[in-house]
């Protein structure tokens, strides 16, 4: 269905549809577990500089170890490697175990780096020095052990890159790897290289980096100052990939709970709030084009908003809708009101027009009197209108006054007596003068009923204050009850009547959240209203 809004209400500003922001929010949602991906490579990385730190650690632990079996030896200098690399015109930080700290911060990156190839293979060499070759052989239980432990490859190089202790490289030289060339040179060297895998590696292994690489790390050992050999390390990074490939059952259900969650988001929202919208847009429509029967409750609400939504609009516009229909009864009534003495004016004014000399003097002053008591009655009408409309459009003032006080302002009526019984003094929020066209219209009312006291009392209670207004008049038949609050409605037209006053009443005593109704009385006639109090 295409609905068609005007313009004049929402303007041409683009606004996306519902549907749109639905697919967005679904699109969002089904997103997450990119973004969860993309967290994971950042977690990925720190692994990888976690296993170097460790890698640094053990390498630097077995360096002591191997530096101190080297003074124990009393190998010559002549012997040892290159001079270590001087910092800052000291000692180096090997040599110089008192000064201050100068840890080796992990460096390596894993969205940055190279990864380089496999590590080369060790080349074939004559023969290590003898020395050093004892020292890696007594070192070599305690790296067997520590590989047990850490799961890290290690190597004792010796100042040549011969490798002294470590598994099935012993009196080879790796001297021509880059990370251990430069650590024979004095400098920490670390690489991420390709890894052999030692078995078929999943499938699921292929969204990661960090599981096909080796990290490598190479510790120069320095003794007086010169390169007594290199702790040469390698471990492969921890990583969560083989869990998850080992959990990919369970993996594949997540999976699948996500979608279908998704999927479950996008039909809740949809018929909660999209279905619900559109009925109620098509629902204005319908109200728009004159249908009556289309101002009821919708047959799905979804939300408890879109309920009180739907309410409050079905609310305005059965209110709208009486009101027009008000507005169309009182147009009926006030043509009527103003057709009758129109009429009776039109007719007498003809008749004198056309009469001419053949009406005599007492004919012409009574159809002349006839127009001037029905130009009094249209008068009249039109004051009460107006009165009527100014009750109805009427704002609180926030004025107060008293019943002894609104009496105060009405001059005094001869055709009967108004007693106060109790509670004149009962201060009411509303102005002396509407109270005072309040009474005056229910005191003429009883007046011309055949009245002769209006006995007037006043109660309060809760915030409110409750005042009964009776006479002793013929009172109102049963079948006008009903009836009597209705504009236009008088059974004394004949007198004059307008059957406006009581409209009047009702509209002055609502517009100061008041009421009026009648109550039962065993003789005439009971008004009971109600009005807050002054706080």
């Not at 890698?55 to 030896?73: K, W």
């Not at 009182?330 to 000399?357: C, M, N, W, Y």
Request: proline share 5%.
């Amino acid at each position: 269905m295409r609905l068609t809004t005007s313009s004049k209400w929402i303007g041409r500003k683009w606004r996306p549809r519902l549907a749109t922001v639905v697919v967005a929010i679904l699109i969002m949602v089904m997103a997450l577990p990119l973004v969860g991906l993309f967290f994971f490579r950042l977690y990925e990385n720190q692994l990888i500089r976690q296993t170097e730190a460790e890698l640094i650690a053990q390498g630097a632990a077995i360096a002591a170890i191997y530096a101190q079996q080297v003074r124990d030896a009393g190998i010559s200098p002549e012997k040892l490697g290159a001079p270590m690399p001087q910092a800052n015109g000291s000692a180096s930080r090997a040599d110089n175990p008192d000064g201050p700290y100068r840890p080796i911060e992990p460096r390596l990156d894993l969205a940055s780096d190279y990864v380089l190839p496999t590590r080369p293979a060790a080349m074939p060499v004559t023969a290590a020095d003898p020395a050093f070759a004892a020292i890696g052989t007594r070192l070599s239980g305690i790296l067997d052990a520590t590989q047990k432990t850490t799961l890290a490859g290690f190597r004792l190089l010796d100042p040549q890159g011969v490798v002294i202790a470590g598994r099935n490289e012993v009196g080879q030289s790796l001297a021509g790897v880059d990370e251990v060339r430069t650590a024979l040179g004095g400098h920490y060297a670390s690489a991420l290289r390709l890894r052999i895998p030692d078995q078929p590696t999943p499938p699921l292994y292929s969204v990661s980096r960090g599981t096909k690489v080796r990290v490598f790390v190479a510790l120069p050992v320095a003794v007086d100052g010169h390169v007594a050999g290199v702790v040469y390390v390698s471990r492969t990074p921890n990583n969560i990939i083989k869990h998850l490939y080992g959990e990919r059952g369970k993996v594949t259900l997540a999976a699948i709970a996500i979608l279908g969650g998704t999927l479950l988001i996008g039909l809740v929202f949809l018929r909660t709030v999209s279905r619900p919208i559109y009925a109620l847009i098509d629902r204005t429509q319908r109200i728009a084009a004159g249908e009556r029967d289309a101002i009821r409750p919708l047959d799905h609400h979804g939300t408890y908003e879109m309920a009180e939504l739907s309410a409050a609009f079905l609310d305005m516009a059965e209110k709208l809708q009486a009101r027009s229909d008000s507005i169309q009864t009182f147009a009926t009534h006030v043509s009527h009101e103003l057709k009758s003495p129109l009429t009776a004016i039109q007719g007498a004014a003809e008749l004198l027009r056309d009469s001419g000399s053949a009406m005599d003097d007492e004919e012409r002053r009574r159809f002349s009197d006839n127009i001037v008591t029905d130009a009094g009655r249209l008068n009249l009408l039109v004051r009460r209108l107006l009165d009527l409309a100014k009750a109805e459009n009427l704002a609180p003032s926030g004025e107060t006054t008293s019943i002894a006080a609104s009496l105060a302002l009405l001059p005094v009526d001869t055709r009967l007596a108004v007693r106060v019984e109790a509670g004149g003094d009962l201060a009411l929020r509303i102005s002396a003068e509407n109270a005072a066209i309040v009474l005056a219209n229910l005191i003429d009312n009883s007046a011309r009923h055949g009245a002769t006291l209006v006995s007037i009392t006043a109660t309060s209670a809760g915030g409110k204050a409750t005042v009964l207004v009776s006479d002793d008049g013929a009172g109102i038949s049963p079948s006008n009850r009903a009836r009597i609050f209705e504009p236009f409605f008088t059974t004394r037209r004949a007198t004059g009547g307008t059957g406006m006053g009581l409209g009047i009443v009702l509209a002055l005593l609502k517009a100061h959240d008041g009421m009026i109704r009648l109550v039962d009385s065993e003789r005439g006639t009971r008004f009971e209203i109600t009005l807050p109090l002054s706080s």
